[in-house]
């Protein structure tokens, strides 16, 4: 009777699966709000292993029409540029936003946008017409977007505006003929002037005289005739280091501006720093790898492992190795940013083909970033792996690989060694079908399946079902969970971590499952917090943002 209890119960709580995900397989479709949170902390607006970056978009206009709730759509963009770190997404949300509810998009617009970059984003997303409710692409900003970018421009200070002009197509100069900013004093009118490559005769009645010290500083620079000079400039100019590396004249000045950078600039300019020849000096290479192991630097900005990572992936030869092993010494210290995991846990990491893809997608030659999902994947594992040593880790394809690994190994070595696994179909059912048969008899607080969620293939065979129609994850998990309770009756939790875009999930949201999109230090916390007992949702946390 024992058994024919548990089992009614497992059946019970089987549901079926009723939608397909991008590979073809069975999944659960994911509520409107999530699905869209979902993309919006993982969508890149480019090509990935099964979406185009026209399905994205088409996906992202689809589920903005169906959340009818603006202020979740203020909250969504914020948490997705601060929180998820996201540039793309964000600013597309905005501007969904601007057609919908225009106080609520200037109420967040500075939030969203709070560089150049994201600014010029916005502009191309305006103009390009994709979230136009009428009228032709194009044509020019709404008046409402037009005031947005107006007060962005006039209160921004001379720093930041100087920043913006960095970067093309659309330039700030495109944005400005646009946007029409009116200047409130001589001082604006000559540096809006100025950035316009406007003639000084049409910036009357200012003149050159009136540019804000900071431009007058930059054009010196810019006309010096030797290195000397430059070097001389930079070493007082108070403006962002990328200002300077257009008209740099030689690895004298390269040096200067490294000595300019912050850790952050300088951990993505490493092979700038090395092509222009700057580690040719010992003392150069002695101080970039000092700060970039800052330990007190890394602790006070919560820096996450991952972005060591991608700047030891992008290290050319080049780069000396003191240098990358000031890396791998940064992602250590920055494992310590990482909230503690209630465990031990098991860590089913994807190591399928389409994990190989770019995790920020296809973007043409150049442009595309070394860092594949795989990768990312695997520095999650091995971040919770470092944090809680007696956990265990199954890389996992259509099987499962069986890796020693050690706890104590730097935390990039662990994860390039996880990333090697795998390159096959996909079976997110296998990482518990481990747990409940090789690992029977060991206790885990919970489960993180990190995936793409794109499995198609069960134990039983291609694109079927698990049992009762479910999906073979929830099969699978139903099995685990009764198992955890004949050691102890307890409750177990299951963490489904989604780091591409989609829309499904092999696992529905319930008390005890907790489905998550993103690949940022967010993502920690949220996931520490359930294991934890905490039943707050994907969704919750971005409704908890106070616009």
Not at 159 to 166: F, G, K, P, V
Not at 215 to 221: G, P, R
Not at 235 to 252: N, Q, T
Request: hydrophobic letters at 45%; proline letters at 4%; glycine letters at 6%.
């Amino acid at each position: 009777m024992a058994n024919k209890s548990l089992f009614s119960s497992i059946k019970s709580k089987l549901l079926r699966a009723a939608a397909r995900n991008q590979a073809g397989g069975v999944a659960y479709a994911l509520k409107p709000k999530h699905a869209l949170a979902q993309l919006a902390a993982t969508g890149v607006l480019a090509n990935t292993y099964y979406a185009t970056s026209e399905m994205q978009l088409d996906e992202l206009r689809s589920l903005i029409d169906q959340v009818d709730d603006n202020t979740y759509l203020a909250k969504l963009a914020v948490y997705a540029r601060e929180r998820a770190s996201m540039k793309d997404m964000p600013a597309a949300l905005l501007v969904a936003l601007s057609k919908r509810d225009t106080e609520l998009m200037h109420r967040v617009f500075d939030r969203v946008v709070d560089n150049g970059r994201v600014l010029r984003t916005v502009f191309q997303m305006v103009r390009s017409g994709q979230f136009r409710t009428s009228g032709r692409p194009g044509v020019g900003l709404s008046s409402s977007m037009q005031r947005a970018f107006q007060r962005w421009l006039n209160e921004a200070s001379v720093t930041r505006l100087l920043s913006a002009s960095i970067g093309n197509d659309p330039s700030l100069r495109d944005i400005m003929r646009l946007a029409r900013p009116t200047p409130q004093d001589n001082a604006r009118r000559a540096l809006f002037g100025w950035l316009t490559s406007k003639e000084i005769s049409r910036w009357a009645p200012a003149t050159e005289a009136d540019l804000p010290a900071q431009a007058q500083a930059l054009i010196a620079y810019r006309q010096a005739q030797t290195a000397e000079a430059q070097t001389l400039i930079a070493a007082e100019l108070s403006v962002r280091w990328d200002l300077l590396v257009d008209a740099a004249k030689s690895p004298l000045v390269w040096k200067a501006i490294a000595q300019r950078m912050g850790p952050q600039a300088l951990r993505m300019n490493l092979n700038s720093l090395a092509r222009h020849g700057v580690f040719s000096d010992t003392s150069m290479v002695d101080d970039v790898a000092s700060r970039l192991a800052d330990a007190e630097d890394i602790r006070r900005s919560r820096q996450f492992p991952y972005q060591f990572l991608a700047a030891y992936l992008h290290a050319d030869e080049a780069v000396p190795q003191k240098v990358k092993a000031a890396l791998h010494q940064a992602a250590e210290t920055a494992c310590g940013n990482i909230p503690a995991i209630p465990g031990p846990v098991l860590i089913g990491l994807d190591t399928s083909g389409s994990m190989t893809t770019p995790i920020t997608g296809n973007r043409g030659r150049g442009a595309t970033t070394k860092m594949r999902s795989v990768d990312v994947a695997a520095l999650f594992a091995a971040a919770i792996l470092r944090r809680n040593p007696d956990s265990v880790v199954i890389p996992f394809d259509t099987q499962a690989y069986d890796v020693r690994l050690d706890a104590g190994d730097t935390i990039l070595s662990l994860a390039k060694r996880l990333a090697q696994f795998g390159g096959g179909g996909t079976d997110c059912s296998i990482p518990l079908r481990e747990a409940h048969t090789r690992y029977r008899n060991r206790k885990f607080a919970g489960c993180v399946l990190v995936s793409d969620n794109q499995s198609w293939i069960t134990q039983r065979q291609a694109f079927a079902t698990g049992l009762h129609g479910s999906t073979g994850v929830l099969t699978e998990w139903q099995t685990f969970v009764a198992n955890q309770r004949r050691l102890d009756n307890s409750a177990p939790r299951l963490v489904c971590i989604d780091i591409l875009p989609d829309q499904t999930t092999q696992a529905p949201e319930r008390d005890d499952i907790l489905n998550i999109g993103g690949f940022s230090d967010a993502v920690f916390q949220v996931v520490a917090s359930f294991l934890a007992g905490d039943c707050n949702r994907f969704v919750s946390e971005v409704e908890a943002i106070a616009l």
